[in-house]
């Protein structure tokens, strides 16, 4: 789902994990970059991806949602 330059997540995005740093909650992303589409991760405030040993940010993603309660959706058929 198109994040539309929003840091809202839907509902039923996927989400990745917790920190202790007061940064989280973090959210599964599919990052759209010169490089192509690259998983990644979203806050509330900001998204990022990891390209050739170097992370960035963006405000160009796709939220990673679960479509069904039976199958949460493959990364690698949100990348093709």
């Known amino acids: 789902i198109s994040s539309n330059n929003k840091f809202d997540p839907p509902p039923n995005a996927i989400y990745r994990t917790t920190t202790h740093d007061s940064n989280g909650p973090y959210y599964s992303i599919i990052a759209k970059t010169v490089w192509g ?43 093709i």
Not at 57 to 64: A, M, Y
């Open 37 to 79: 589409r690259i998983p990644g991760k979203s806050n509330l405030r900001s998204a990022w991806y990891g390209y050739n040993g170097k992370e960035y940010q963006t405000t160009d993603f796709d939220w990673i949602v679960q479509t069904n309660r039976e199958r949460i959706q493959d990364v690698r058929d949100v990348l």
